[in-house]
């Protein structure tokens, strides 16, 4: 079988230890096991109505949660599901009503909402943590999203917490 022949390849490529793709060797590995099981006739395939099932929905939706600081490429993402990359963005809008760009920027504002949580963490450093270009693309991604710049996020959190602090001591 020539897919499973391709997923063996890459998966022996992801496992060198000059690679970076440590990820995607779990997730070939897993796509190599369905692969077999599909051969047996025993795999589930998509969903109805053109959709990921929901076990390869949160596979891909874990896949990218976990990988937010990297560029995942939808021909990984489409390597893991089983289709060709123009199918997959096909059946990703289908299955997450946005397109993958724009559900990998709403996780990684998400991501960065919570960094900014803690009010020291430096939004350079959580910009590169949530795979952003530099600060200001974060700012400007964060404030097209949200309505608010990191800096003003942060000032709203830290007095809504004060508050709830004052209401709870007194």
């Known amino acids: 079988d020539s897919r499973l022949i391709h997923l063996l390849s890459a998966l022996w490529h992801a496992q060198q230890p000059q690679s970076a793709d440590k990820w995607l060797a779990e997730y070939l590995r897993?796509?190599?096991v369905h692969r077999l099981l599909e051969a047996e006739g025993?795999?589930?395939?998509?969903g109805?109505?053109?959709k990921f099932s929901p076990s390869m929905r949160r596979l891909i939706a874990s896949i990218i949660k976990e990988n937010l600081s990297f560029q995942v490429s939808v021909s990984s993402l489409a390597t893991v599901a089983g289709v060709s990359p123009s199918h997959f963005q096909a059946?990703?809008?289908?299955?997450?009503?946005?397109?993958?760009?724009q559900y990998v920027l709403n996780a990684r504002i998400a991501s960065a909402k919570k960094l900014m949580l803690d009010g020291v963490t430096p939004v350079q450093d959580i910009a590169m943590q949530?795979?952003?270009?530099?600060a200001?693309?974060?700012?400007?991604?964060?404030?097209?999203?949200?309505?608010?710049?990191?800096?003003?996020?942060r000032?709203?959190?830290?007095?809504?917490?004060?508050?709830s602090e004052a209401m709870t001591q007194g």
């Open 42 to 46: 025993r795999a589930p395939k998509h």
């Open 136 to 153: 200001a693309h974060l700012s400007s991604s964060f404030k097209r999203i949200t309505g608010w710049t990191p800096t003003s996020f």
């Open 130 to 134: 949530t795979g952003f270009s530099s």
């Open 48 to 50: 109805t109505h053109g």
């Open 30 to 32: 897993q796509s190599i």
């Open 91 to 101: 059946l990703f809008a289908r299955t997450f009503e946005m397109s993958v760009h």
């Open 155 to 163: 000032a709203l959190e830290e007095s809504d917490g004060e508050q």
